[in-house]
């Protein structure tokens, strides 16, 4: 088999208390909660939380990547992610977040070599 595609997969399901899941991916298993201005436990991390987390992560992940291809000397990537949404606003098909913002720090790199990194990114 080619290793051209690369096939991911995760399960999410109720667990009997209202607003919370329990999300599988591969061995790995977390609880999910809506938040509590939807009525959630909001204790866990939320669904909006887990997929800003994957933003993140890939981000991040991406970028060292592309810093060991490029040999640069990156040593250390921190990317955070706010988001805000009307909760009061009615989407019938999808949440909408009117401000999301990323905020890129790398260490080891000069400012030519992180624009290149966080630029390459940004158009993938």
């Known amino acids: 088999m080619s290793d051209r595609f690369q096939s991911v997969s995760v399960r999410s399901y109720s667990t009997g208390t209202q607003g919370r899941s329990i999300t599988s991916a591969r061995t790995n298993h977390f609880v999910v909660d809506d938040p509590d201005y939807v009525g959630g436990p909001n204790e866990a991390i939320t669904a909006g939380e887990a997929f800003f987390s994957g933003i ?3 981000a991040v992940l991406m970028l060292e990547r592309l810093a060991r291809e490029r040999e640069y000397p990156l040593k250390w990537v921190d990317v955070s992610l706010d988001g ?3 909760t009061e606003a009615v989407h019938e098909v999808y949440s909408v977040y009117d401000q999301v913002h990323m905020r ?3 260490t080891g790199v000069d400012e030519g070599q992180a624009q290149d990194l ?3 990114y940004k158009g993938r």
Do not use: H, K, Q, S
């Open 118 to 120: 966080v630029e390459t």
């Open 56 to 58: 993140t992560a890939c």
């Open 84 to 86: 805000t949404r009307d």
């Open 104 to 106: 890129f720090e790398l």
